[in-house]
């Protein structure tokens, strides 16, 4: 099985993959801009075409201060109120360097809660803080097995910390997850682009 490389010169020049490589990929599915929303909802092209999603948010802007993005998921495209178990914990550095540290955080995860699942510790709303990140949902649409979530976001706060929050958890159903929800914790998503991706 030979790697076609052109001219001989590096991996960065491959022309092609034998059939038995899968080279994978991310395909755009649709992507929404948030403009005061008080929720981005994604309940289409959530199916069985790809093994996972992955969405990814752009400097998602809240209204309150501070405002913490969140998630949940529907399986009945009404209730978004599906069972999770999660676990959360973050690393945080403030501008002066005066103070960092890597926690457990206590009050961010659930135990077979419906209710929203945090993904940052909460941006400032003043003009120069956000928050962005990824989250990717694997086999969404599975009737035989929970769903697993991780999760990544860089945040800062209205006192100039940044935080690198990571969370993980599952969908405790066999049911399919047929929408996403985003919304802040309080308030209004300000601004941000949200995109969702198959992953083939």
Do not use: C, W
Request: aromatic share 10%; glycine share 8%.
């Amino acid at each position: 099985m030979a790697i076609n490389l052109a001219n001989n010169s590096s991996l960065a020049n491959i022309t092609s993959l034998p059939a038995s490589v899968s080279g994978g990929a991310l395909t755009l599915v649709s992507s929404q801009t948030a403009s005061s929303s008080a929720t981005i909802d994604f309940t289409s092209g959530i199916d069985s075409t790809y093994d996972s999603y992955v969405f990814k948010l752009i400097n998602i802007h809240p209204s309150s201060n501070p405002g913490i993005i969140s998630f949940q998921g529907t399986t009945d495209g009404t209730n978004y109120n599906t069972t999770i178990t999660s676990t959360v914990f973050r690393a945080y550095h403030n501008e002066s360097g005066s103070s960092s540290a890597l926690q457990y955080a206590v009050n961010f995860d659930q135990a077979q809660g419906t209710g929203l699942q945090n993904l940052d510790s909460g941006s400032g709303n003043a003009s120069d803080k956000a928050s962005s990140g990824t989250l990717q949902i694997f086999a969404p649409s599975s009737t035989t097995f929970v769903k697993h979530f991780i999760a990544n976001f860089s945040n800062v706060n209205d006192g100039d910390f940044n935080h690198n929050v990571f969370v993980a958890g599952y969908f405790n159903t066999t049911s399919a997850i047929t929408g996403i929800r985003f919304q802040m914790d309080s308030g209004n998503i300000d601004d941000g682009i949200i995109k969702m991706y198959g992953v083939a």
